[in-house]
């Protein structure tokens, strides 16, 4: 009797099983490579791959995961909307975004009424790469262009009632298109709209028909690698292990005015490398956190170009080598001989001894220091100054700073000068004639050298401000200012200063 029973057991799970299984394919079977392919085409200007997709229905929260997916630029096979199978592979090294896994995270009663709320969105194993134009902008976005705003698609209003729609391009946007419908009405998902999420705005400069909103609660990257190549400067920025959180998203197409925000926090290793003809080390090594707020689209036209604010942390243990202003002003020190003052020991060089914080806002490639950063190096502090900024389009820059010396730096820099004096001034050297020797130069006991810098970041036009003016002008006039100097009579100061 016992057996029976089992055997009945078994029977009933094994046909719940396929009975799971049927249903599943009828009711998801539609989510196949082919069809996330044909959707993202015939939306973005983009050629787009996608291995597998994987659907699992048991829990609280369905999810969706595809594996595999590419996005390179447009090409025939897009164009003509070839299936997968009939492609050639993507030729390697043009995609400009690979993610080894897309996890989407959903309710279940929404994927089987083909209808998709995002609660969650994963990308793991995401690696981008794209080049930084002259303008600002980089390649990737070229992608995500939309292709035709009047097509329309069946989506959900903020009731729940199903009405006729124009759908984002918006790269959170998914939703079947008004081809797919006509091909078959098993081949449209309906979009829900959070309840007062879309008001009517439809008046609005700058929606351009985009008539879809998306609240999502989250959206991570994990395991991602970010490679930017500058034109202007020829050179390569990477964000290695690279960890991001979008929250708080809030994102309305047709009121981007009132809806077009979020937060987000990341962690990266920073790495910046010259360009090849200037060799092989790197500019900067450095671990990098932060947290800020973004607004993701031009309110003005709806286009994907994000701006935003950010706290961002450079970790104890970074790496800081020659970028070409850092060589400049390296140059500039070695170059002051004035009154037994000589700058050649200090280093602007090496590893950053203590975490370095400031706030950097960015807007179409140009990022401005909206709080001072200090940079803690084994012989001086380096600071660059609230208000400078940097272009990485066009590669245009304009900084001030300070350089401090550490104490140790500062006594030596002394002794030298006390050497100096007594050689020029005999008995009349002092502590006191010292200080005035230094004393346009000190501050709280240290060593602190101005500087100025402006231009092509490759070729900068660097200074360092003196008491006097730049050093560079200075320079120039100092045989001049010394021959009046003569002409008042003020042979102290010439023995001072002269060479």
């Keep these: 009797m016992k057996r029976k029973l089992l055997i009945t057991a078994i029977g009933l799970l094994i046909l719940a099983a396929g009975v799971f299984f049927v249903g599943k394919q009828l009711l998801v079977g539609y989510l196949t ?6 959707q993202m085409e015939s939306r973005w200007n983009c050629r787009a791959d996608v291995a597998s997709v994987e659907v699992n229905l048991l829990g609280a929260a369905a999810t969706v995961e595809l594996k595999g997916v590419a996005l390179a630029p447009r090409d025939h096979f897009a164009d003509d909307g070839i299936a997968l199978a009939d492609r050639i592979a993507i030729p390697e090294g043009t995609a400009e975004m690979v993610s080894d896994s897309v996890l989407l995270e959903i309710l279940p009663a929404e994927l089987i009424k083909r209808q998709l709320n995002i609660r969650r969105l994963i990308l793991d194993g995401l690696t981008i790469s ?5 303008e600002g902008g980089a390649s990737i976005q070229k992608l995500f262009e939309h292709r035709n705003s009047s097509d329309p698609l069946l989506s959900a209003g903020a009731n729940g009632q199903e009405s006729k729609r124009t759908m984002s391009s918006t790269p959170l946007a998914i939703a079947g298109t008004a081809d797919a419908a006509a091909e078959s009405s098993e081949e449209t998902i309906t979009v829900i709209v959070p309840p007062g999420a879309v008001k009517d705005v439809s008046n609005d400069s700058g929606t351009k028909g985009m008539d879809f909103a998306t609240m999502a ?18 050179a390569d920025i990477r964000l290695e292990a690279f960890q991001l959180a979008l929250t708080e998203i809030d994102v309305d197409p047709r009121d981007l005015e009132t809806h ?22 790197a500019y900067l090594r450095a671990h990098i956190t932060g947290e800020g707020r973004a607004t993701p689209f031009l309110p003005e036209t709806g286009d994907l170009d994000p701006s935003w604010t950010t706290d961002l942390t450079i970790h104890e243990g970074a790496q800081i080598n020659t970028f070409p202003l ?6 500039l020190l070695k170059g002051v001989d004035t009154a037994g003052v000589t700058l050649d020991d200090i280093n602007i060089r090496g590893t950053l001894l203590a975490d370095a914080t400031t706030q950097i806002g960015q807007f179409q490639g140009k990022y401005l220091f909206k709080k001072p950063l200090e940079l803690a190096l084994p012989d001086t ?7 400078s900024w940097l272009h990485t389009g066009t590669n245009q820059h304009k900084m001030g700073g300070l350089m401090v010396a550490s104490e140790t730096l500062t006594k030596k820099i002394e002794e030298k000068v006390d050497v100096y004096l007594e050689k020029k001034a005999g008995n009349f050297a002092s502590e006191n004639l010292r200080n005035v020797v230094l004393s346009p130069v000190m501050r709280e006991g240290h060593l602190a050298i101005e500087f100025s810098s402006k231009g092509d970041l490759a070729d900068p036009k660097a200074d ?3 008491p006097f003016g730049n050093l560079s002008e200075v320079l120039d006039t100092g045989k001049d200012t010394l021959k009046s100097l003569e002409k008042v009579g003020k042979s ?8």
Excluded at 33 to 38: A, G, R, S, T, Y
């Design 381 to 387: 502090v380096l600071m660059i100054q609230e208000g």
């Design 217 to 234: 609660d989250r959206i991570e990257v994990k395991n991602g690698q970010l490679n930017f190549h500058v034109e202007a400067s020829g």
């Design 130 to 134: 794209t080049t930084i134009n002259r």
């Design 492 to 499: 102290l100061l010439k023995n001072l200063f002269g060479n």
């Design 326 to 331: 850092i060589d400049k002003l390296q140059k």
């Design 33 to 38: 490579p082919d069809f996330l392919v044909k």
């Design 464 to 466: 360092i401000v003196t």
């Design 260 to 281: 077009n925000r979020t937060s987000f926090s990341y962690g990266a290793d920073l790495i910046v490398q010259p360009p090849a003809e200037k060799g092989t080390e």
